[in-house]
């Protein structure tokens, strides 16, 4: 797997994949620093962050990484005397591991930002906000790279920001909608960073502060990752019946 993971990093090479490793969370603090300095750094750049600019950045990878193999209809991965859904799996373990590492890029500067301008988060908070934002963002991958797969590079950025958009709005609408996958990150920063997806601090006593749910939001975002991989790797493996 190790080897069908690098396989699939040495197809990025001439993309603009490893640009956006540094480039997204660069640009999110700066933007930050230059219009939210002071106390309200660490707050504005966590909000552009995970509202906004990784989830824009992430569908754009897992386009990329997904579009000269799509270009191809597959048939250079397909030919390899490999299971559909190993190959497929590597896809998403290599867009997991930008993930992680693009999210400790925007832990270490936000850390370091707060630091130079003022920590208005507390460094535990940050790390278990920038962990959770990791684990319930996961599901977005198989997702983004069949959205991609299926229907191109912007039809893909164009969907899941717009559904991005769409859990914004909704995020504490309650009811089944609190297991929809696009609202949960959402209400999970309102008890770990204290911030609403507005930007806004969330207000003392707020019901939104509870923590009692964070598990089960963690569990039923692992259940959509497990659930998107299962159906986009059956997906996948029609390909080779074609």
């Not at 707050?43 to 000269?68: D, E, F, I, R």
């Not at 930008?98 to 930002?113: D, K, M, P, R, V």
């Not at 609408?173 to 204290?194: A, K, Q």
């Not at 806004?200 to 964070?214: A, H, K, N």
């Amino acid at each position: 797997m190790l080897t069908l993971i690098s396989a699939e990093r040495l197809k990025w090479r001439r993309t603009f994949i490893p640009q956006l490793l540094w480039v997204t969370p660069l640009f999110t603090l700066l933007l930050c620093g230059v219009l939210m300095g002071g106390r309200y750094f660490q707050t504005g750049a966590y909000n552009w962050w995970y509202t906004m600019l990784l989830p824009g950045a992430l569908t754009l990878v897992c386009a990329l990484a997904v579009q000269k193999d799509a270009k191809l209809q597959y048939r250079a991965l397909l030919a390899l005397p490999l299971r559909p859904q190993k190959l497929w799996s590597a896809k998403i373990a290599a867009v997991t591991g930008w993930l992680l590492a693009a999210s400790l890029l925007f832990f270490a500067g936000i850390s370091s930002g707060g630091w130079l301008f003022g920590a208005s988060i507390p460094l535990m908070n940050s790390a278990a906000g920038s962990l959770l934002i990791v684990i319930t963002f996961l599901w977005q991958i198989p997702l983004c790279l069949f959205l991609a797969a299926r229907f191109g590079l912007f039809t893909a950025v164009l969907i899941n920001m717009a559904l991005n958009i769409a859990g914004v709005v909704t995020f504490d609408t309650g009811g089944l909608w609190d297991f929809m996958p696009y609202t949960i990150t959402f209400r999970l920063m309102c008890p770990v960073l204290h911030i609403l997806p507005n930007g806004l601090p969330v207000p003392e006593g707020s019901p939104l502060r509870s923590t009692d749910t964070i598990l089960r939001d963690v569990l039923a975002s692992l259940v959509w990752f497990g659930s998107l991989f299962f159906l986009t790797a059956r997906r996948f493996r029609r390909q080779e019946a074609k």
